[in-house]
């Protein structure tokens, strides 16, 4: 074991070597589950990053067409065309600049860079993505809410995000 308590396990068949990272066992148990706050959506504008004031939720969907092979060689699967696709809500918020910049994007038919970011490990995914459904509900009684669905255009790019501090907010007399 190493200094983190994690097990390293050199594998070997042939010429083929394989390494794997364990944690023991007993510490499998310990170990710590996501939340779903802990990721978050964000857009990338001329300022830099544009989280939405009230995201409740978000999911990221990767799928791929399957190809079927039926050779006098080889029968079975491979893969196909890859799909992925965001999804997010939100409560709509007074003074949210996230609604006015989606209209915007929507009014020109322009792509929006989005990124997940998980904020526990500082990393994100970033793609450019059209937007395939933008979304307002305005129900009686209830909080007007939000929508966005989109399927990425071209390749998802890993990121390290760095944090930083928030600027400090001048004093009003």
């Known amino acids: 074991m190493n200094r983190n308590n994690v097990q390293t396990q050199t594998l070997q068949k042939g010429e083929i070597s394989m390494t794997e990272q364990r944690l023991p066992f007993n510490l499998q148990f310990f170990a710590k589950e996501y939340k779903g706050e ?19 939720g978000g999911s990221f969907n990767r799928s791929f067409d399957e190809i079927e092979l039926d050779t006098k060689d080889k029968t079975g699967s491979d893969y196909g065309k890859e799909s992925v696709e965001v999804s997010l809500e ?6 949210d600049p996230f609604i006015d910049y989606m209209d915007e994007k929507l009014d020109n038919k322009e ?20 937007i395939t459904s933008w979304e307002q509900s305005y129900s009686n009684g209830e909080h007007a809410t939000y929508t966005l669905s989109a399927k990425l255009n071209g390749k998802l790019k890993n990121e390290d995000m760095v944090e ?10």
């Open 38 to 56: 802990e990721f978050i959506f964000a857009v990338k504008d001329s300022q830099g990053l544009l989280r939405p004031f009230n995201q409740t």
């Open 90 to 95: 939100g409560v709509v918020t007074e003074g």
């Open 111 to 130: 792509f929006i860079e989005i990124y997940r970011v998980n904020s526990r490990k500082k990393t994100a995914k970033s793609g450019l993505y059209m």
């Open 164 to 173: 930083t501090e928030a600027p400090a907010e001048e004093d009003q007399e």
